[in-house]
């Protein structure tokens, strides 16, 4: 009965900002990281960025110096915040966690970027 719960979404301007959160509840064990992917229209799912448990963090070089990946453990959450959104920013934000052996994922949630 994990659940992963997705939100922040929504439609925003060329410059604007979002914060995307989603929080893990259930038995999902220890957390080996959390990240979050995107999937645009006619595109493959792809990673964003990346949270290891020690506080690592990779980034796909679309995105690098505009978000930041955050978490808190302790509450299973992790935070996408997004500045200077771009149009080539829309998707589908989806959250991503791997608990060893599990992978989980949220419902995802819209992001637009349209003036």
């Known amino acids: 009965q994990v659940q992963l719960v997705e939100s922040g979404g929504g439609l925003v301007q060329p410059g604007g900002s979002l914060r995307l959160s989603c929080v893990a509840s259930?038995?999902?064990?220890?957390?080996?990281?959390m990240a979050w992917y995107r999937q645009a229209p006619g595109k493959q799912r792809d990673l964003v960025a990346r949270i290891i448990s020690g506080g690592s963090t990779n980034y796909a070089d679309s995105v690098k110096g505009r978000f930041t990946i955050s978490r808190d453990n302790a509450k299973n959450t992790v935070y996408l915040q997004m500045n200077s959104l771009k149009p080539e920013d829309t998707a589908v934000y989806y959250c991503n966690i791997f608990a060893s052996p599990r992978v989980y994922w949220g419902q995802g949630t819209q992001v637009t970027v349209s003036s």
């Open positions: 259930g038995s999902i064990g220890s957390i080996n990281f």
